[in-house]
Nanobody, 126 residues
Framework: QVQLVESGGGLVQAGDSLRLSCAASGRTFSNSAMGWFRQAPGKEREFVASVSGNSYNTVYADSVKGRFTISRDNAKNTVNLQMSSLKPEDTAVYYC???????????????????WGQGTQVTVTS
């Protein structure tokens, strides 16, 4: 199994930057695609970004494209989300997620992620 623990959330002003980290433990981290999701109050959980096992492929939600960057360090079993130009609309609980893949290039559908962290709160004020 995989255990995921997020950190780095906090309270920031619009336009600021914030870096979220996710520490993973368990088996075969490099064979898992990793993703970030978020859920704002009263809204459904939404996909934010994902990265393939070998870091070759990434995908971003349109709402964060150009502002957020996902990365991973397989030697340290970590995945990060660098968030820039933050907006109040980015306020949410951010979750790290993982799913094992057959290929290190794979980017699974958001619905396929089956390991989840506990979440970290990001609040952006105007």
């Amino acid at each position: 199994q995989v255990q995921l623990v997020e950190s780095g959330g906090g309270l920031v002003q619009a336009g600021d930057s914030l870096r979220l980290s996710c520490a993973a433990s368990g088996r075969t981290f490099s064979n898992s695609a990793m993703g970030w999701f978020r859920q704002a109050p009263g809204k459904e959980r939404e996909f934010v970004a994902s990265v393939s096992g070998n870091s070759y492929n990434t995908v971003y939600a349109d709402s964060v494209k150009g502002r957020f960057t996902i990365s991973r360090d397989n030697a340290k079993n970590t995945v990060n989300l660098q968030m820039s130009s933050l907006k109040p609309e980015d306020t949410a609980v951010y979750y790290c997620a993982a799913v094992f893949t057959r290929s290190p290039f794979s980017l699974p559908r958001p619905s396929e992620y089956n390991f989840w962290g506990q979440g970290t709160q990001v609040t952006v004020t105007s």
